[in-house]
T-cell receptor, first 112, second 114 residues
């Protein structure tokens, strides 16, 4: 079975720019969650989607937004990038919102 | 991850057992997870335990849960150099608005010496 996939693998952006990160869940999984992992820290929850609806939002500014598509894939958008947005962005999929989550390899975002 | 605490480093010799500890704050947490992260990679789910269990064993991995003390541990038997990684503990508190949102610790860096 194919695991969770994310694209791109690496990304370099300039302050003020916008970025879109993509995630495809494991086949059959209907829930996707997004996390930000800063170096030396554990993942911090950003969003959770289930059946295309937002089910949870972490303590992140409105510059962060996401959506889930009918095929359960998801996009995370970040506007007006700041240097502090540099991190590994992880996507995790699960069958439902309360089931164990399986993580993708992440997208490494560097903001200069 | 301020609600889930882990020691930052653990160093063991190859062949010894490793014990990684974690304390959590929400006594209502229903699930507790252990993840492994190798350099530059995502998180790999190792094992999880339901809050109504005290112990779970899966091959070289043993999870012990002390609900009274809100303490979770992961024991790795016969630790190998390939076990060198960062290990994250995560708790799932009761749902908020229908969403189960994990809280992760900062991770314990396990270093295995030959």
């Amino acid at each position: 079975d194919t695991g969770v996939t994310q694209s791109p693998t690496h990304l370099i952006k300039t302050r003020g720019q916008q970025v879109t990160l993509r995630c495809s869940p494991i086949s059959g999984h209907k829930s996707v969650s997004w996390y930000q992992q800063v170096l030396g820290q554990g993942p911090q929850f950003i969003f959770q989607y289930y059946e295309k609806e937002e089910r949870g939002r972490g303590n992140f500014p409105d510059r962060f937004s996401a959506r889930q598509f009918p095929n359960y894939s998801s996009e995370l958008n970040v506007n007006a990038l700041l240097l502090g947005d540099s991190a590994l962005y992880l996507c995790a999929s699960s069958w439902g919102t309360g089931n164990e989550q399986y993580f993708g390899p992440g997208t490494r975002l560097t903001v200069t | 991850g301020e609600d889930v605490e882990q020691s930052l480093f653990l160093s063991v010799r190859e062949g010894d057992s490793s014990v990684i500890n974690c304390t959590y704050t929400d006594s209502s947490s229903t699930y507790l997870y252990w993840y492994k992260q190798e350099p530059g990679a995502g998180l790999q789910l190792l094992t999880y335990i339901f809050s109504n269990m005290d112990m779970k064993q899966d091959q070289r991995l043993t999870v012990l849960l002390n609900k009274k003390d809100k303490h979770l541990s992961l024991r790795i038997a016969d630790t190998q150099t390939g076990d060198s990684a960062i290990y994250f503990c995560a708790e799932i508190p009761p749902p908020s608005g229908g969403s189960y949102i994990p809280t992760f610790g900062r991770g314990t860096s396990l270093i295995v010496h030959p």
